[in-house]
């Protein structure tokens, strides 16, 4: 089940990231991105980095996105008026994935509460007695999970570029 969840979750971090690049109206590219951020964020949770995955959906699918669609109504860049993500199937595409998303939320607390029973791992007791908490998490982040890491980076910074080309085209 848990590869199925992971292929699902690719395909939809790959979907979003073409809609975000493949879009015509900024706010609808925006929304991609952000489907792009929490998938990937599921994808890290789905790897055993809850922490990593948290803050990708809080940090950057959330507050910098927000950010972004601030600099979009700043800038006034939709004034196209055509329907971009109104369209019937948007919604019922929505509408699925929002209940496959309930449906595997409620799942994985059922287990979580089945794990809990069994007790606790000892890896991650291991891992803070000897770095602290801080430093598990650290040393997870830069060894192990590095790379997805730095290429949020890398599509942040493009998104900020992307977005000051289109800024400075209008002005």
Same mark, same amino acid.
Do not use: C
């Given at each position: 089940?848990?590869?199925?969840? +992971? ?5 939809? $971090?790959?979907? *979003? ?7 015509? !109206?900024?706010?609808?590219?925006? /929304?991609?991105?952000? %489907?792009? @951020?929490?998938? %990937? ?34 800038? !006034? ?9 109104? !369209?019937? *199937? +948007? ?5 699925? /994935?929002?209940?496959?998303?309930? +449906? %595997? ?9 089945? @794990?809990?029973?069994? *007790? ?17 998490? $650290?040393?997870? @982040? ?13 599509? @942040? ?15």
């Amino acid at each position: 089940m848990t590869e199925f969840i +992971w292929w699902v979750f690719a395909a939809l $971090a790959i979907g *979003g990231a073409a809609g975000m690049v493949g879009g015509r !109206n900024p706010v609808a590219s925006l /929304l991609s991105l952000v %489907l792009t @951020l929490f998938s %990937l964020g599921v994808l890290f949770v789905l790897m055993q980095a809850h922490f990593i995955g948290v803050i990708q959906i809080i940090v950057y699918a959330g507050a910098i996105m927000v950010l972004f669609l601030f600099v979009i109504m700043l800038l !006034n860049l939709g004034h196209d008026y055509r329907t971009d993500i109104r !369209n019937v *199937g +948007w919604i019922t595409v929505g509408s699925v /994935l929002a209940g496959f998303m309930f +449906w %595997l939320i409620a799942r994985t607390f059922l287990e979580f509460e089945e @794990l809990a029973v069994s *007790g606790p791992g000892v890896l991650p007791e291991a891992a803070a007695e000897e770095h602290g908490v801080v430093g598990a998490i $650290a040393m997870t @982040l830069f060894d192990e999970y590095v790379v997805g890491f730095e290429l949020v980076a890398l599509l @942040l910074l493009a998104a900020i570029i992307g977005a000051m080309l289109l800024a400075k085209r209008r002005v």
